[in-house]
């Protein structure tokens, strides 16, 4: 596979002198084409920091990103974001179809292939049908699933997801969830997502990058070993997901918990996502 994103020694400070504060601090790392990588770390490590850096939107202070080869000096034109306030990032006075569409009206595309696109992307999230709605009319899982159909609306090399299902009820985000997973899998999309969900990070990802307290560095860049196709019952009930879940989450509290706690919080965990599975399981048969 070739690299899509590298970033490299990548700080970033807000402020100068004394009363300077270091948001992240010299990370580096990559991801491949056709990946789907997660950033976890606890809330306010500079999460968020690294993704602006990342999307262009903020000149990071030392270090550099490259999309595709090339140095991001400025927002890509083949990059895409996904907020997690879907709320705020629908223009409630468009149509569904005209959000969708929005970013496509500075590409060089007709009406009518912008048309098509949008309709596209709605049918990859299964919105088809709700075009002509407004954003306020839709539930709050609903209007997530524009934000990413507008996302993949562009086609973009790099999509980058900030805390994308944060705002969302349980079992709309297993669904989100599993609607990111299918669209990387059928449309080779290659994935950011960062948030301060350890489920989430390992149920998503091929790769999770464990960061630590603010200034964020890298603590742990972990490989995903489960089967490319998902469930959101068996998967999160499975040894590899408990045994990769309690890693990441003795990483984010310092990797100092000793093993007899670590077995109890393992325990703790398992039957946790047995009440999650059932909760799910009841959710969709009715009960």
Same mark, same amino acid.
């Given at each position: 596979?070739?690299?899509?994103?590298?970033?490299?020694?990548?700080?970033?400070?807000?402020?100068?002198?004394?009363?300077?504060?270091?948001?992240?601090?010299?990370?580096?790392?990559?991801?491949?084409?056709?990946?789907?990588?997660?950033?976890?770390? #606890?809330?306010?490590?500079?999460?968020?920091?690294? @993704?602006?850096?990342? *999307?262009?939107?903020? /000149?990071?202070?030392?270090?550099?990103?490259?999309?595709?080869?090339? !140095?991001?000096?400025?927002? /890509?034109?083949?990059?895409?974001? =996904?907020?997690?306030?879907?709320? !705020?990032?629908?223009? &409630?006075?468009?149509?569904?179809?005209?959000? =969708?569409?929005? #970013?496509?009206?500075?590409?060089? @595309?007709?009406?009518?292939? !912008?048309?098509?696109?949008?309709?596209?992307? @709605?049918?990859?999230?299964?919105?088809?049908? =709700?075009?002509?709605?407004? /954003?306020?009319? %839709?539930?709050?899982?609903?209007?997530?699933?524009?934000?990413?159909?507008?996302?993949?609306?562009?086609? #973009?090399?790099? @999509?980058?997801?900030?805390?994308?299902?944060?705002?969302?009820? $349980?079992?709309?985000?297993? +669904?989100? +969830?599993? %609607?990111? !997973?299918?669209?990387?899998?059928?449309?080779?999309?290659?994935?950011?997502?960062?948030?301060?969900?350890?489920?989430?990070?390992?149920?998503?990802?091929?790769?999770?990058?464990?960061?630590?307290?603010? &200034?964020?560095?890298? =603590?742990?860049?972990? #490989?995903?070993?489960? /089967?490319?196709?998902?469930?959101?019952?068996?998967?999160?009930?499975?040894? +590899?997901?408990?045994?990769?879940?309690?890693?990441?989450?003795?990483? %984010?509290?310092?990797?100092?918990?000793?093993?007899?706690?670590?077995? *109890?919080?393992?325990?703790?965990?398992?039957?946790?996502? *047995?009440?999650? $599975?059932?909760?799910?399981?009841?959710?969709?048969?009715?009960?």
């Amino acid at each position: 596979m070739s690299t899509m994103l590298e970033v490299s020694g990548v700080s970033h400070r807000y402020g100068t002198g004394a009363k300077a504060h270091t948001a992240v601090n010299d990370l580096s790392f990559t991801v491949e084409a056709g990946q789907l990588a997660s950033i976890v770390g #606890p809330s306010g490590c500079g999460k968020s920091t690294l @993704l602006r850096c990342i *999307a262009g939107l903020t /000149p990071p202070t030392e270090g550099q990103v490259s999309l595709h080869g090339d !140095r991001v000096d400025g927002v /890509p034109d083949d990059l895409a974001v =996904v907020f997690q306030d879907y709320s !705020r990032s629908l223009f &409630p006075w468009l149509s569904v179809q005209k959000n =969708v569409e929005f #970013p496509l009206r500075w590409r060089s @595309l007709s009406r009518a292939e !912008r048309r098509t696109r949008a309709a596209e992307a @709605l049918e990859q999230v299964g919105l088809s049908g =709700v075009g002509g709605k407004y /954003p306020w009319q %839709l539930s709050g899982g609903m209007q997530q699933r524009v934000s990413i159909a507008r996302a993949l609306a562009s086609r #973009p090399a790099l @999509l980058l997801m900030d805390e994308p299902f944060a705002s969302v009820d $349980a079992q709309t985000r297993f +669904e989100l +969830e599993d %609607l990111t !997973r299918r669209v990387q899998r059928e449309q080779g999309s290659t994935i950011l997502v960062v948030t301060h969900d350890i489920d989430e990070s390992v149920y998503l990802s091929d790769r999770v990058l464990v960061l630590s307290k603010s &200034p964020a560095s890298i =603590v742990a860049d972990l #490989p995903v070993e489960l /089967p490319a196709e998902r469930d959101q019952i068996t998967t999160r009930e499975s040894a +590899e997901f408990v045994t990769l879940r309690g890693e990441v989450a003795r990483l %984010l509290h310092g990797g100092t918990a000793a093993p007899e706690a670590a077995t *109890a919080a393992s325990d703790a965990a398992e039957w946790e996502l *047995a009440e999650q $599975a059932k909760d799910v399981t009841e959710t969709k048969t009715g009960s």
